[in-house]
């Protein structure tokens, strides 16, 4: 009896040690306020540690971001804004605005379309523009029936432009049916949770995502593909029709292609609803600035991405 209750001491006394060292003592922990209405509200994953000296850059890009010059008073209900350092191994938010409300992307859905065709289709593959290609929607980019282009350009076009001809005959290198579930597939691999594809080209508004889901998918081509941003900073794209051995002159749509800062991005506009989306990339100080843009007019999309732009200290 004796032994039992020794036992019984030494486990409430050990159980007690417990409770004191994970609830009650003090935590090394640098407290950084949260500007409201700016930033996540929960605790960002870096302000605790128990190396102070592993918090200085973030702890940096934190507070030089998160004391904006004014509150962007945008007119668009979904918006988002993240700083992200050029090395792209740390990334923070500094502007919200319901950046997990699922809204039609429109074209931002080529930006999938890019990913999936560079990731599964043949590199050296030339691809003829097909009738059935030529028939989707609109004329962007002006594509003709017969038409050859590499791989790298018929992508390259498609982003410039916002090509539904160009997107529709890289779906068809694998079929459409496979190429859409290959584009949700990799959205889920990416954990971007609340998007779905129907198409791969951006004309069904049930092509929906967040800006949260967005920004994810920005960061990762910035990681693993940056040149699919980088042919759409310039105010034209000059790619080779291979069956004619003419250039082909492509016009950007994006008007802050004559923003000196902007380094690429991606325009969407669905006619039926009068509704668009906007993500734009662009350099600043020593890092670069993602804005996206959901469910915004035609000429919201862009004064509430300079209004965002303009609040960075």
Not at 70 to 91: Q, R, T, Y
Not at 106 to 112: D, N, R
């Amino acid at each position: 009896m004796k032994k039992y209750k020794i036992v019984l001491t030494i486990i409430f006394l050990s159980s007690l040690l417990l409770f004191f060292c994970l609830f009650l003592l003090p935590r090394k922990e640098i407290n950084v306020q949260i500007a409201s209405g700016f930033l996540p509200q929960q605790q960002l994953p870096f302000l605790s540690s128990n190396n102070l000296d592993d918090l200085k850059p973030a702890l940096q890009e934190y507070k030089l971001f998160h004391n904006l010059k004014c509150e962007p008073n945008i007119d668009s209900p979904v918006a988002e804004g993240m700083i992200i350092n050029k090395n792209l191994d740390n990334k923070s938010v500094f502007f919200q605005k319901q950046i997990y409300l699922e809204k039609p992307i429109a074209s931002l859905t080529k930006l999938m379309t890019a990913v999936i065709a560079w990731e599964n289709i043949d590199h050296n593959k030339v691809i003829t523009l097909s009738p059935t290609a030529i028939s989707s929607f609109g004329d962007f980019g002006d594509f003709k029936e017969g038409e050859q282009y590499k791989l790298i350009d018929l992508i390259k076009g498609m982003l410039v432009s916002s090509s539904n001809d160009a997107a529709f005959a890289l779906a068809e290198q694998l079929s459409l049916k496979k190429f859409v579930s290959l584009m949700n597939e990799k959205a889920e691999t990416l954990g971007m949770e609340q998007t779905d594809f129907v198409d791969p080209n951006g004309l069904s508004s049930l092509n929906r995502s967040t800006a949260n889901d967005l920004m994810t998918l920005t960061v990762y081509i910035l990681e693993k593909m940056p040149e699919i941003f980088s042919a759409t900073k310039n105010s034209r794209l000059e790619i080779p029709e291979l069956k004619s051995g003419k250039i082909k002159v492509i016009y950007n749509v994006n008007k802050f292609v004559e923003n000196k800062n902007f380094i690429g991005g991606k325009t969407g506009f669905l006619l039926n609803l009068e509704k668009g989306s906007l993500l734009s990339l662009f350099n600043y100080k020593d890092y670069i600035v993602g804005i996206v843009i959901l469910d915004g007019d035609w000429t919201y999309r862009y004064k509430d991405t300079e209004l965002i732009l303009s609040c960075l200290p």
